[in-house]
């Protein structure tokens, strides 16, 4: 699981290149538009949510986005295998991404 401040810098990489504001993919991800928008306000979050952050931006992330140097990239034996929910395919801007919530 990534820390608050490697969260934040993943989120505000991916929807900076996605076109979508924190809330947004917070939304997507979560289902929930106000728990990125609490972090980068310095809140905190529950673990589960970080856990589901953490491993829906490891496997969405942009082939075509640098992963940010920074951010130490987690083993993949770490990465999430399947979601914790059936997956539900959302269309942001023409990309596909698959929820979790």
Not at 53 to 80: C, K, Y
Request: proline fraction near 8%.
């Amino acid at each position: 699981m990534y820390t608050r401040a490697e969260l934040m810098t993943l989120a505000g990489a991916f929807s900076a290149r996605q076109g979508i504001a924190l809330s947004t993919l917070s939304r997507l991800i979560l289902g929930n538009d106000k728990v990125l928008p609490a972090l980068a306000e310095g809140k905190d979050c529950l673990a589960s949510h970080a856990e589901e952050l953490s491993g829906w931006l490891d496997t969405n992330w942009p082939s075509t986005l640098d992963w940010p140097d920074e951010v130490p990239r987690r083993p993949r034996r770490h990465r999430l295998q399947a979601p914790l929910w059936p997956p539900r395919q959302i269309v942001i801007r023409g990309v596909t991404y698959t929820a979790t919530f």
